[in-house]
């Protein structure tokens, strides 16, 4: 889900190399069209209003429609009455300043005439058009009011914001270690960029719906120079030099919440490998990071193998990794974003990562009073990994983390209601996967083992909510599990984990 070298993460031994690896700096073909997703019924938004566009594009903007909501802990990063389908990212990036666009084709949500996007202070907006017309607008804090006009309910348009400035990162509200240098857009020493942004920081680059519950499809013009190449999620469909200039064009064919979303920028070399099972995985380095890619190929291998038997097929159509500079790690839809710090630590970082494609990017809390439902998940998907490869489990494991919790508990709430200003403390990864244990210790392994793989399987491409997942537990289990799970969300004390 998000920036997370955090506390939760563990590395497990190296073995199987893969195969089919190839220096690769060329274009490579274009993303297979994106496949149908399953959204949650309870989340479905109205059918998109008719309109002049061609089926085959309503069809593939259908796969991003989204029920946007106004967020509990940071409202100030929500945009109810816009439901983002498709982003255009025009990026001119020459080491200083920023030359951009964002074209962004969304559904009116509800009948409006105005919608606001999400944009930094310090970047300035010359021109923008609705519909191909230009239209007023005012900036204020870090968005741009757009004065729109009368929008029915389900009806699409596109916006195009043009501006340009000096990017800088947005302040974290949390305490984590890793989490200090800022959200967002981030300078190395070296002139690289990098961007962790959860539970935001999209915004510091982009004019942006800056919330989980708007998931949209993604593509990426960007320009770089004096041999800088841009990394970004999804595929490369394309790479062009003209004189110092690198222009790469990515495109996401899945949707994804704006905190998935990653950009590097540096002196970047992709290497090609295949899993066992045929996958295809490419790491991006920069020369100062190449040491690291044997152990990231085994363990990615490793790893992805490991899931795919656990939790099902692989939700998406492509995979990499990207190491960047920053302390922290987090998994960025199709292309996981991790420090070198991370990629080094003993724990089992890549495969936590990994498991949130699954849980977290597939699968997406409709806010952020959800991050339970993607810590939780990933952080039981990477105890239960760790003991099956032979590994050092982390904190000692399940029956450990009782006092664990308990202080994270004290310092920062219950998983289920935690302190807005402390966000990724160690309350969302651990008592939720404890929850976890206690529902398999109720229904048994075997039940749930296959809950494992029908819960992502079952909402693919979907935001849900508490009420969504208990729901859901009591059709598949015949159980009404409510009560466990909000006493493990609510409770300020850890509860017993033998207790049903």
């Known amino acids: 889900m998000r920036l997370e070298i955090v506390l939760a993460a563990t590395v497990a031994a190296l073995l199987v190399s893969c195969t089919g690896e190839a220096r690769d700096t060329s274009a490579v073909a274009p993303a297979p069209d994106p496949s149908t997703s399953t959204s949650d019924a309870s989340q479905e938004p109205a059918p998109l209003e008719d309109s002049d566009m061609s089926p085959p594009r309503l069809a593939l903007l259908r796969t991003a429609r989204s029920q946007p909501v106004e967020d509990p802990y940071y409202p100030d990063t929500s945009n109810p009455e816009v439901d983002a389908l498709h982003y255009a990212l025009t990026l001119d990036w020459d080491g200083s ?12 949500a509800q009948p409006t005439d105005q919608i606001r996007l ?69 300078v190395d020493p070296d002139g690289s960029v990098h961007t962790y942004q959860e539970p935001y920081g999209a915004f510091t680059w982009y004019a942006v719906n800056d919330h989980p519950s708007d998931k949209a499809l993604y593509d990426a013009s ?28 990515w495109r996401l064919d ?70 960047v500079g920053g302390a922290s790690a987090m998994e960025t839809q199709t292309m996981i974003t991790m420090s070198r710090g991370a990629v080094e630590r003993p724990d089992a970082v890549l495969q936590h990562e990994l498991a949130h494609q699954w849980y977290g990017d597939s699968v997406t809390p409709s806010d952020w009073q959800g991050l339970w439902l993607n810590e939780g998940w990933a952080m039981y998907m990477q105890q239960w990994y760790e003991r ?23 310092r920062s709430g219950p998983p289920g209601d935690f302190d807005p200003q402390k966000f990724g403390d160690l309350n ?6 404890m929850m976890l244990e206690a529902i398999r210790s109720r229904i048994g392994a075997a039940a749930f083992a296959r809950l494992v793989k029908a819960w992502p399987a079952e909402h693919r491409n979907s935001t849900v909510d508490r009420a969504t997942f208990t729901r859901w537990l009591r059709s598949e289990t015949g159980e009404n599990l409510k009560p466990l799970v909000d006493r493990w969300l609510d409770s300020p004390r850890t509860p017993a984990l033998d207790r049903p």
């Open 97 to 108: 300043r920023l030359v951009a666009a964002t074209e962004l084709t969304f559904r009116a």
């Open 118 to 186: 999400d944009l930094s202070r310090a970047l300035r907006a010359s021109e923008v058009t609705l519909d191909d017309e230009q239209v007023s607008y005012a900036q204020a804090i870090d968005g741009i009011e757009i004065e729109t006009g009368p929008l029915d309910a389900n009806s699409i348009h596109t916006v195009r914001v043009e501006y340009s400035g000096t990017p800088r990162s947005t302040p974290a509200p949390s305490g984590r270690a890793d989490m200090t240098e800022g959200l967002g857009w981030n």
């Open 222 to 249: 960007i320009t770089t120079h004096d041999g800088a190449i841009a990394v970004f999620n999804g595929e490369l469909v394309s790479k062009a030099r003209d004189g110092d200039e690198t222009t790469s064009h």
């Open 254 to 323: 899945a949707p994804a919440a704006s905190y998935l979303i990653t950009l590097a920028v540096g002196d970047y070399s992709r290497t090609l490998t295949k899993t066992s099972g045929g996958m295809r995985i490419a790491y991006w380095l920069r020369p100062q990071d190449a040491d690291l890619l044997p152990g990231l190929r085994r363990e990615g291998n490793k790893a992805f193998t490991w899931l795919e038997r656990h939790v099902g097929p692989y939700p998406f159509s492509t995979l990499g990794v990207v190491v």
């Open 388 to 410: 099956d490869t032979g590994r050092v489990v982390y904190g000692g494991g399940l029956a450990q983390w009782r006092s664990l919790d308990q202080q994270s508990r004290d």
């Open 428 to 433: 969302v990864y651990l008592g939720p996967a």
